[in-house]
């Protein structure tokens, strides 16, 4: 009988921890990467002016004073938002003088669809309005939880006087809180004049928001000019 050799062991490759680490870590940066790719393509396309006028159009028909342009429109699965200037709101406030500001005039429009079917919304019969010595910050239909986004408020936006007004929107009239004050638009700059309008209400299925600032001298009766045209689609 002729003895055959043992056949030879083969290598084992054993995995080390810092390869585990280092094939992690490559997997991980590639999807900050991919996710970086597509964040900045959707603020690329949010910010185009065309792409913004389209959505708020389809949201609403408005008359703003001067030309209109799209400041920001994004759909987000069902819901959709846009922002809508004057030609003359200041969109580079840091880089005006102290003149040209005060004399800044305009109204900013931010309009907002959210379905009834992504949240629950009450019926704007059953949403409360603030009686004589009621804050209307306490109102649910300014505060609402589930969709309370408000452009140009906070900190920016110092409040001197507010009301709420029944006016007519998306065919129907419901609460609208009027707010004046003054509005910082560049920290070093000082605040300018500006009155703002937030309303909600229930149409075609869906949750509309609108908030509306105008600034100037006139802001009371730009913002109320471009409420007053508003018509929901």
């Known amino acids: 009988m002729v003895d055959t050799p043992d056949p030879q062991p ?9 390869e585990t680490i280092a094939i992690a870590a490559g997997g991980v940066l590639l999807v900050a990467i991919g996710l ?4 900045y393509k959707f603020f690329s396309n949010a910010a185009d002016p065309q ?18 342009q799209g400041v920001f429109g ?5 819901a959709k938002i846009a922002i809508i200037s004057s030609s003359t709101f200041p969109q580079n406030p840091a880089a005006m003088s102290e003149a040209a500001i ?4 305009g109204v900013e429009l931010f309009i907002a669809r959210v379905p009834l079917d992504v949240e629950t919304a009450a019926e704007p019969g059953a949403m409360p309005t603030p009686g004589p010595t009621e804050s209307t910050d306490e109102n649910p ?8 986004f408000s452009y140009r408020s906070g900190e920016d936006f110092q409040v001197t006087s507010s009301d709420t007004k029944d006016l007519q929107l998306c065919n129907q009239v419901v609460p609208v809180r009027v ?14 004049n500006a009155v703002k309008y937030d309303a909600i209400a229930i149409f075609d299925n869906s949750k509309r928001q609108i908030t509306l600032t105008a600034i100037g001298q006139n802001a009371d009766q730009q913002a109320a000019n471009v409420f007053n045209s508003l018509r929901c689609k």
């Open 10 to 18: 083969k290598p084992q490759f054993q995995v080390t921890i810092w």
């Open 102 to 105: 005060a004399a800044a005039t």
């Open 179 to 192: 707010q004046t004050g003054e509005l910082t638009l560049a920290a070093e700059l000082p605040p300018v």
């Open 51 to 68: 792409r913004a006028t389209v959505i708020a159009r389809s949201l609403v028909d408005y008359q703003l004073p001067g030309q209109a």
């Open 141 to 148: 239909l300014f505060g609402s939880p589930d969709f309370s």
């Open 74 to 78: 994004a759909n987000l699965g069902g």
């Open 36 to 39: 970086a790719g597509l964040m």
